[in-house]
């Protein structure tokens, strides 16, 4: 499942305003060079969710001065519940990659309340999703065995690693600003 570029987005900004520059710079710096986004899809994306009512564009007031052309986007009120909700509630069929991109950006933007809801979600999909996988009988294809043993493993590493997130997140919440939202 390819990931909406619509919730990543929402989730850079639970912070502060920005411009789709600055999300673009932001998406780049969380994910580096393996998951490129160009600046023409994160503006498409901005007018889709201006368009919707989940962000504000302040096309009056730039960002800094001198970037007349780099309106500020900040979150409504719909486009936080937006974001934190697509934090907080991982699907029970959510992929590797889904939870990696949560996770990260959990960890990265979320306040500690949608951070914390986050984790609870993620674990219970998790343990729910490992109960789940009972080995095959004796007498199945040999195939069916690997792919049990490889979900088996992969399930557990997950675990695992949903479980050091909060040592990764620090004291960050604690220092950032309180988040901006309009109307």
């Not at 570029?5 to 305003?17: C, G, N, T």
């Not at 060079?33 to 096309?59: I, M």
């Not at 009988?137 to 949903?162: C, I, N, R, Y």
Request: hydrophobic residues 40%; contains cysteine.
């Amino acid at each position: 499942m390819t990931l909406a570029l619509d919730e990543i987005l929402l989730v850079l900004l639970s912070r502060e305003p920005a411009s789709a520059y600055d999300l673009q710079r932001r998406h780049t710096q969380i994910f580096d060079s393996h998951r490129p986004v160009e600046l023409g899809r994160v503006q498409a994306a901005v007018n889709r969710l201006e368009r919707s009512g989940y962000l504000y564009v302040d096309t009056v007031t730039p960002l800094a001065k001198g970037y007349q052309n780099r309106p500020a986007c900040a979150l409504t009120v719909s486009g936080r519940r937006r974001q934190r909700s697509w934090l907080a509630d991982v699907p029970e069929g959510a992929s590797i990659e889904e939870f990696y991109v949560r996770g990260v950006l959990a960890v990265a933007s979320a306040d500690r309340e949608t951070f914390d809801a986050f984790l609870r979600s993620s674990l219970t999909v998790i343990r729910q999703r490992q109960q789940g996988l009972a080995d095959p009988a004796p007498d199945s294809p040999p195939a069916l065995h690997a792919k049990v043993a490889f979900e088996q493993q992969m399930t557990g590493a997950l675990l695992a690693w949903l479980q050091l997130l909060p040592g990764q997140r620090g004291h960050r919440a604690d220092i950032l600003p309180a988040p901006t939202t309009y109307p």
